[in-house]
């Protein structure tokens, strides 16, 4: 069987790099549970990010655009940060087919929170690597990503 396997060129890569996934997101679960922040889940990080790089409000079709999501798959984890307060949502005044998306003080508050935990996260992925393997490996999964793009 094994040399069935190594014949078609198998290779360990996907399975490598979904077990970083799930390690990364046990981490990020972990940390917010030291904080003592409950309710969030690593893929609100997306659209926390994407608000943080942002000034201000957020149509929801462009945060689905940034993180590269489905508009239902975002609609459900805004509706799930607007319940934890940390988001609001609101009508565009001039064109209410369009949802808005900005920060809540609690999501700004949280933002110190969430740039620790991913600063912690960088700092566990690299551990071991000198700066050009990080950077070798940051392009490398660029390079991967962009294969699917």
């Known amino acids: 069987m094994s040399n069935y396997i ?3 060129g198998y290779k360990k890569t996907v399975s490598l790099i979904s077990k970083a996934r799930e390690l990364s997101n046990a981490f990020i679960m972990t940390e ?3 904080k003592g922040v409950s309710g969030l889940v690593p893929s609100h990080g997306e659209i926390l990010f994407a608000l943080y790089s ?3 409000k957020l149509p929801m079709k462009n945060i689905a655009q940034k993180i590269n999501r489905t508009q239902p798959t975002v609609t459900i984890l805004i509706d799930k940060l607007v319940e934890l307060q940390f988001i609001r949502k609101e009508k565009d005044t001039n064109d209410a087919r369009i949802t808005l998306i900005s920060l809540t003080q609690k999501g ?3 933002r110190d929170v969430f740039f620790e935990i991913s600063q912690a996260l960088n700092r566990k992925i690299h ?3 000198s700066e050009l ?3 070798v490996l940051e ?4 390079r ?3 294969n699917f793009e």
């Open 127 to 129: 551990i071991g690597f």
């Open 133 to 135: 393997e990080a950077d």
């Open 54 to 56: 942002s000034e201000g």
């Open 6 to 8: 190594i014949s078609m």
């Open 139 to 142: 392009k490398l999964l660029n």
């Open 32 to 34: 917010l549970e030291k």
């Open 108 to 110: 700004k508050e949280f």
């Open 144 to 146: 991967v990503v962009q």
